[in-house]
């Protein structure tokens, strides 16, 4: 019974560190209908700031919590100020392509900083613990709880007594009637992205207190707890920002006594997907409230494509067939091999996002099915590489599309959450069903790449083999597109509405894209894991679904070509040119951000 109730206490701790999180992301939707991706990210900042004033400077408790709070809060405004406010005319997703991409460069820019090794954040209270019925809690405990009530506390107070606070309000029920009013909308969005990083900030103080650690890796799991608590209170929904964070600490924390450690996070998830299934406005939202809007018109609007004539297109293509007979490095056919295989997931991804509409944070989940199916095959039943490839793609587009089909029925910006939640859910089903992807340990031993009994071991054929294959998959995609298949793609991508009034089946189209789309995710991770020759857990990451989303959003929405030219420049030539290893990262964030902000109908142009 002691047990039961140390992990009740440790659940409701835990809980109001998320909610801390999730408030501040509620406020941020309330006013602006935006998720803000990069709230993880202040909340390593938050981190970080807390251990320079605790290691570095020694200061107090209280004034580290000041200093935390407004320091954090000014990372806020400043991305308010230049990141987000010259993108308010724009259409309704660059927002939130714009907080990726600061995610990105926040994240970046602390590990180049203080290096990524974890590092000891100490508690400055004592030691001490009370007993309470058969458990116990301790001062940190306390402080939490403390901080947390008194947090929420002094939100209300501010939201229903104070003339900004009254703003604030106004504008979250109606912007525009909020500014024909007279109210100051730029200042509101200032105010509410101070509050919030400021929160975000102090729990990634208290979290590393709590746990006596800190790195810069936090930031996305941070940011996937504050939307999971968010979307479960109901989004711009505080007090249910509130009770999701709770109810999220709880969940997490009664898993772990049941079943382990490994599956914390997996409750998390689970809960997100079956909130976002049945009640899509959340747990605590008001039954009158209306559901989420879809993202009809909020994609870049289809622009002149670039159209390259039909002999540069020939003679691109020879010269990358006759690159391997010319005196090149094998350093720089790796490079290009890696871009083909990103090219494959950048046509997958384009075919989704940029045609049907549905803008899919997880796609690396596709990559690791078609990795693991094609490995456990040839593995296992001694299966031909090249018929554990294809099966890789098939089980990919098949599975991926059962797992996807729960987020076709919902609007919005909740696509995006939940395609990301899946993601995390098949890393997190690969880490825990050792019995078949052996766990944590991963696949080892994978055979490498052969066609027709001829192993692939040169540097040359294997960049070959993954050219055509792209060429392949290109090909079937331009020829998909060009039919009324496509056309019904686009047709629902630009106005769902309209198209279900002309009789069109959503639920089916998505799923024809997400099965073509699939596929070709699971072709690329399959190739991946035989030269790979080891996969995990951990091999295909969310990090990787970013930087398919920035490639695709670099060629093009929609656009085929698009789709390979932007791998080429942005995976193969910061290689080709040896950009510092430890600086990709942010050189992806700062492109996605210039994108979003100058070109984003990408180098090509959206079709």
Not at 95 to 123: C, E, K, W, Y
């Amino acid at each position: 019974m002691s047990s039961w109730l140390d992990y009740t206490i440790n659940g409701l701790i835990v809980g109001n560190l998320y909610a801390l999180v999730a408030v501040g992301l509620a406020l941020i939707f309330g006013v602006s209908r935006l998720i803000n991706f990069a709230q993880g990210s202040i909340y390593v900042v938050g981190a970080y700031i807390g251990w320079v004033a605790v290691v570095q400077l020694r200061t107090p408790l209280a004034v580290t919590i000041v200093l935390v709070t407004v320091a954090s809060a000014l990372v806020g405004l400043i991305i308010e100020r230049f990141g987000l406010r010259p993108l308010q005319n724009s259409a309704r997703i660059a927002p939130l392509l714009a907080t990726i991409g600061i995610s990105f460069v926040l994240d970046q820019i602390v590990m180049l900083i203080f290096s990524p090794n974890p590092r000891a954040l100490p508690s400055q209270l004592p030691d001490i613990r009370f007993q309470v019925g058969g458990g116990t809690i301790g001062l940190l405990d306390l402080l939490i709880a403390g901080v947390g009530i008194s947090s929420a506390l002094l939100l209300f107070v501010f939201l229903r007594f104070s003339k900004l606070g009254w703003a604030v309000r106004a504008a979250a029920q109606d912007r525009d009637a909020a500014m024909q009013m007279g109210v100051d909308v730029n200042r509101v969005n200032q105010v509410v992205f101070a509050i919030a990083a400021a929160l975000g900030g102090l729990s990634g103080t208290l979290v590393g207190m709590y746990y006596n650690q800190i790195d810069t890796a936090m930031s996305l799991q941070a940011t996937l707890k504050g939307v999971v608590a968010e979307v479960v209170g109901g989004a711009g929904n505080v007090p249910g920002a509130v009770a999701g964070g709770l109810l999220l600490g709880l969940v997490e924390s009664y898993g772990v006594a049941l079943f382990g450690t490994s599956y914390r996070n997996l409750f998390a998830f689970l809960l997100l997907i079956g909130v976002l299934v049945l009640r899509p406005n959340g747990l605590f939202a008001s039954a009158r409230q209306l559901p989420p809007e879809p993202l009809t018109g909020t994609f870049v609007a289809p622009s002149r494509p670039v159209r390259l004539p039909l002999w540069a297109l020939l003679m691109a293509f020879a010269v990358f067939v006759l690159l391997p007979l010319f005196p090149v490095s094998s350093y720089v056919l790796q490079t290009l091999t890696n871009a083909w295989l990103f090219g494959m997931l950048a046509l997958s991804l384009t075919l989704v996002a940029g045609t049907v509409g549905q803008v899919s944070l997880g796609h690396a989940a596709l990559l690791a099915i078609g990795a693991y199916t094609s490995a456990l095959l040839s593995v296992n039943l001694a299966f031909p590489v090249s018929v554990a490839i294809i099966c890789g793609g098939l089980m990919s587009a098949a599975l991926g599309t059962l797992l996807i089909s729960p987020s076709f029925r919902l609007r919005g910006h909740y696509v995006s959450i939940a395609t990301l939640a899946i993601g995390e859910i098949v890393s997190l089903v690969i880490l825990n069903w050792e019995p078949v992807t052996r766990g944590p340990i991963g696949i080892s031993g994978i055979p490498p790449l052969s066609l027709f009994g001829y192993d692939l071991i040169g540097a040359a054929s294997i960049y070959w083999f993954c050219f055509v294959v792209m060429v392949l998959l290109a090909l079937v995609q331009v020829r998909l597109l060009g039919s009324h298949i496509g056309r019904s793609f686009r047709a629902i991508r630009d106005d769902d509405v309209a198209a279900r009034a002309y009789g069109l089946s959503l639920n089916r189209y998505k799923a024809l894209a997400f099965i073509f789309g699939g596929f070709a995710a699971g072709v690329s991770g399959g190739i991946a894991a035989h030269l790979y020759s080891y996969i995990n857990h951990e091999t295909f990451n969310t990090q990787q679904s970013i930087l398919a989303l920035t490639i695709v959003i670099l060629g093009g929405l929609g656009n085929v070509l698009g789709a390979i030219v932007g791998s080429v420049a942005l995976v193969g030539l910061p290689e080709v040119f040896r950009i510092a290893a430890e600086y990709r990262i942010l050189i992806y964030g700062i492109v996605l951000l210039l994108l979003v902000r100058f070109r984003p109908q990408g180098l090509l142009g959206t079709i």
